[in-house]
């Protein structure tokens, strides 16, 4: 009697025990590389490993493509990325010819970028808009002109660079800091900071980012709902293991965040070097909540479609929302909270958090704002308790702007690999980041399997 397969994923592995180019006397093994994780780094892996011909299989844990990119096309009758939104520094992002070569005609937000800031509920005016906008604009410039000593945070070069206590320092501090990276100045090296600024253009696609990664997933090998939790890495082929069963192949890329790789979701076998766990640690996640809401009727609160809603903060890491006015003309707001206060946001829930939202906009819009903006059916994401992310996106600790190249190095000569955002030296916390880590990874994956 044949053996039966040990689960409905082997069964369907049996079609591909045949796998081309197979070395007579090396492993038996199910396919050439399987890939953990069908985000922007797995999506890139599979399609840079069916290009070269090898057979792939991704694993998946959740029920759809896309991890940290997803677009919710239903709840707002319009659609709304509840992850990454923007193709940042456009000009050398490889989404966005793909996003072309689809017929999606991205936008460039930037250059329509209009703000509407407020302090102390008063919108702000023009001359005080002018330097605000020149604090901005000095913030990078000290920061760059000023040496960079090993360890320091990004907070402790500002405040070498002379930044502080003007009027509007905490405000820009704010943005570049929870709302832009997702975490307080003060926990992110400096090095790593000024290595991944993101130059525009930053463009938006009307169909939504989740929405472009879903369809470049189309037509690849997933296997959703496959939650790997042990990985064998010791041999001459590799094993992915989980309540699917378990899965053998020349090479694996292992493309989890990082906060879910550090909690030891995944158990390697034998450990990882002491260098690769460490990375894993020294690159966190933060956390970025992203907060869909709704217009009641016809007010639009005076706010034009793309107007950057805004205000002063007194502290760097004061709890304030940023949005995004009506994007594309649709009748929803898009705010954002970052940092330490998503974190708290997370830990009471959405109801809490489409409460803090309706507070901020009260803060500028008095109770016009309850009248214009309905908060039932409102979106609220949660990274941060997502058990297959946990956080939003990396930044290097202070001190440990090295970790990213060591993550991303290839292990037992490229049959292990890690792959995803927190891999690029200068496209990290990006879609386009995780892109070109994920096709890196392949290269190495395929080099290890043309050697097995
Ligand atoms: C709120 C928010 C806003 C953002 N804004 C932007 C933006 O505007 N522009 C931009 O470029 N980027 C943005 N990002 C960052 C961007 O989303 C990420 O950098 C990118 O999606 C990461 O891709 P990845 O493939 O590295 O990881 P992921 O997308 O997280 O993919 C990893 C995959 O692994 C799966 N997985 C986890 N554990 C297991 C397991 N044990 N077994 C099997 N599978 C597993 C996950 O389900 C996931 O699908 C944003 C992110 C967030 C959260």
Not at 205 to 214: C, D, R, S, V
């Amino acid at each position: 009697m044949p053996e039966q397969p040990a689960s409905p994923v082997e069964a369907s592995l049996d079609a591909t025990r045949d796998v081309p180019g197979a070395v007579a006397g090396a492993p038996v093994v199910d396919v050439d590389v399987l890939v953990v994780g069908a985000g922007a780094a797995g999506i890139a892996a599979a399609r840079a490993l069916r290009q070269a011909n090898l057979t792939c299989r991704v694993l998946e844990a959740r029920a759809r493509p896309g991890g940290r990119a997803w677009t919710d096309s239903a709840t707002l009758a319009a659609p709304f990325d509840l992850g990454a939104t923007w193709l940042h520094a456009a000009n050398r992002n490889p989404l966005r010819p793909l996003a072309e070569a689809m017929g999606m005609v991205p936008f460039d937000h930037g250059a329509h970028r209009i703000s509407a800031c407020f302090d102390a509920g008063q919108k702000v005016g023009a001359a005080e808009m002018a330097a605000y906008d020149a604090v901005w604009e000095g913030f990078h410039a000290r920061l760059a002109a000023t040496p960079v000593q090993v360890g320091d945070s990004a907070a402790a070069l500002a405040a070498r660079a002379g930044f502080g206590t003007g009027y509007w320092d905490a405000t820009v501090a704010h943005w570049e800091g929870p709302v832009i990276c997702a975490a307080p100045l003060a926990s992110m090296d400096a090095r790593d900071y000024l290595d991944t600024q993101l130059e525009p253009p930053d463009l938006l696609l009307p169909e939504g980012a989740g929405t472009l990664l879903a369809r470049l997933a189309e037509g690849l090998n997933i296997t959703y709902g496959a939650v790997v939790t042990r990985v064998e890495w010791g041999g001459a082929s590799v094993v992915a293991e989980g309540d699917f069963g378990r899965i053998r192949a020349r090479a694996i890329i292992v493309t989890v965040p990082t906060a879910v790789l550090a909690a030891g979701a995944i158990r390697f076998d034998p450990p990882l070097p002491v260098a690769t766990e460490q990375a894993l640690h020294d690159l966190p996640l933060g956390l970025l909540t992203k907060i869909g809401l709704r217009a009641a009727g016809d007010d639009r609160l005076d706010l034009p479609p793309f107007a950057a809603l805004e205000r002063r903060v007194e502290r760097e890491e004061e709890a304030a929302m940023t949005a995004i006015a009506w994007p594309f003309g649709h009748d929803h707001l898009m705010g954002f909270v970052g940092g330490s206060a998503a974190w708290a946001l997370s830990a009471e829930g959405p109801d809490a958090t489409v409460a803090f939202a309706m507070e901020e906009l009260a803060r500028n819009f008095g109770s016009r704002a309850a009248a214009a903006i309905r908060r039932r059916g409102a979106l609220v994401s949660d990274w941060g308790r997502d058990p297959f992310s946990l956080g939003a996106y990396s930044h290097a600790l202070p001190g440990r702007a090295a970790a990213r190249g060591v993550l991303a190095a290839p292990l037992a000569e490229g049959r292990l690999c890690f792959a995803g955002e927190a891999c690029h030296p200068s496209l990290a916390a990006t879609l386009g980041g995780a892109w070109e880590s994920g096709a890196a990874a392949a290269w190495h994956a395929r080099l290890a399997s043309a050697a097995g």
